[in-house]
């Protein structure tokens, strides 16, 4: 059955783009507000610190399976509907948070939530379908940055709130954020009228669904369990077994959940590539930022700072990433995406140079961690740009799903990494074991140079075809997964 069209009624909607990007911040809030509750949590909950750190294990691995799922999802049964979902359980998972004390119900309850993941590529999809070419780039622009705006918002903000409230409230509050998401959507965003019509392909979803989480339980776990341990090498070797059959089936499979056709072609893939070791670099700076700055003074450069006071710290680089997301999409309409990308990259790297060169003083670890922030927004706001610019229409959602979960891979692997590196750099003050500043400094040179690795993997992707020539995605012979575009 060929792609359906459907047909496009009355003016675009005004607030579309901010209704989409209030969904963008909603998710990325919803990621960091349990971070201030992580010390509290056990005593709150009558549970061990190991089961707490699940709250944000659980939330890694059902947004990891699940973005590229609900992706696929959208392109084939609607993208307004699947982002309404995705924000409504969301806003479940923190109504139940708020309901309950124990901590499996929350566990579970933050997996539930792991789904608003998937807002950003289903919100860049419909922005392809819906504005025209001339709004398009700044729009994809803004939804990009969004992730770091979040965050940068929901730190302070959650702090504050269990600081001076109940830590109920905070749930609370992010489920009433939800029912505004979820109503705006409906009030302002329409129906994208781009679809792939078709069946899902439920083996795939459970396929992929079981190597991520084998993959990603072992990369976040193997620091507690061992990375030696029967446990993290069976977790792999399952990881490689699973996905390896997967792959296969995803080649032979007739509406596959990822094309792994058009994954092969360069300027897909090797955007993929530049998006996990972007998601590397990125993660480590609010990672890292956070723990050195709420050090004791007398590590001899800890600045024993509150969580309030270090979601301040890092609030700057979300004000940044709102204002440079125009220039992102300047830079990209001038010189393209690819070159955004690197140039992104290779400021994130720059920033962390800051960050080597003087990690003490206060302002000067503010500079660095917002220069990393600038960096961020030029390349986040590239990649799917790149993605846009590579697939057809009908399959924007569950590309930029794919290119998402990269990231989120990336984020994962940099938060072991990080940990292992600061693990095998500690000494003691007053009793306890904390990280040395030459351990923070080694996982600044690190994140640096997989920013570097980024960069130069965005200059080998192929640039824009030449007007007139047919781009990868259409080049290929033409079967269903391509009628879409004829709406487009």
């Not at 992706?71 to 509907?81: H, I, P, S, T, V």
């Not at 140079?449 to 980024?454: C, D, F, H, I």
Request: glycine share 12%; proline share 6%.
């Amino acid at each position: 059955m060929p792609g359906v069209a459907m047909e496009k009624t009355g003016p675009i909607p005004r607030l579309t783009v901010p209704v989409l990007a209030f969904g963008g911040i909603l998710m990325a809030v919803m990621q960091t507000v349990v971070v201030p509750l992580l010390p509290d949590l056990p005593r709150l909950t009558n549970s061990s610190p190991g089961a707490v750190s699940w709250m944000v294990t659980a939330t890694l691995l059902s947004g990891a399976v699940l973005t590229p799922v609900l992706g696929r999802a959208g392109d084939m049964y609607g993208k307004r509907r699947v982002l309404m979902t995705a924000l409504g359980l969301m806003t479940l998972g923190s109504v139940v948070c708020a309901l309950t004390n124990d901590i499996g119900i929350l566990i579970a309850a933050r997996a539930l939530s792991g789904a608003a993941s998937a807002v950003v590529p289903l919100s860049i999809s419909i922005l392809r379908d819906e504005l025209p070419p001339e709004r398009r780039g700044g729009a994809v622009a803004l939804m990009s940055s969004t992730v770091g705006i979040g965050a940068a918002l929901g730190l302070p903000l959650a702090a504050m709130i269990v600081q001076y409230a109940d830590w109920h409230t905070m749930f609370w509050v992010t489920a009433a954020l939800g029912l505004l998401g979820v109503g705006s959507v409906g009030w302002a965003v329409r129906e994208s009228p781009i679809r792939e019509p078709g069946r899902f392909d439920v083996v795939g979803a459970l396929g992929l669904a079981v190597g991520l989480v084998c993959l990603l339980l072992g990369v976040s776990q193997g620091g507690q369990w061992g990375w030696g341990s029967p446990r993290i090498l069976g977790l792999f070797g399952a990881s490689v077994v699973v996905l390896a059959l997967w792959w296969w089936q995803q080649l032979r499979a007739e509406r596959p959940l990822v094309d792994l056709k058009l994954v092969a072609e360069p300027r897909v893939g090797l955007s993929h590539v530049a998006a996990l070791f972007t998601g590397f670099a990125f993660y480590a700076n609010s990672l890292v930022t956070a723990q050195l700055v709420q050090a004791p003074a007398a590590t001899g450069y800890g600045l024993d700072l509150t969580i309030v006071e270090t979601g301040l710290v890092l609030l700057p680089g979300g004000v940044i990433m709102l204002l440079f997301s125009p220039v992102s999409a300047r830079i990209s309409a001038a010189r393209g995406p690819r070159v955004t990308l690197a140039i992104g990259a290779l400021v994130i790297a720059l920033g962390y140079a800051v960050r080597i060169v003087d990690s003490r003083d206060l302002w000067m670890i503010i500079v660095g961690a917002a220069v990393v922030g600038t960096g961020t927004t030029l390349a986040y706001s590239a990649l799917p740009t790149l993605i846009l610019r590579a697939v057809p229409a009908s399959q924007t959602a569950s590309a930029n799903g794919v290119n998402v979960l990269m990231r989120t891979i990336g984020q994962a692997v940099s938060s072991a990494a990080v940990a292992a590196v600061l693990v095998h750099h500690t000494s003691l003050v007053g009793g306890a074991s904390l990280p040395t500043l030459h351990g923070y400094l080694l996982a600044f040179g690190m994140a640096g140079a997989v920013a570097l690795a980024a960069s130069a993997t965005a200059l080998t992707i192929p640039g824009d075809p030449a007007p007139g020539s047919a781009r990868p995605a259409e080049s290929r012979p033409r079967d269903a997964r391509d009628g879409a575009m004829e709406g487009a």
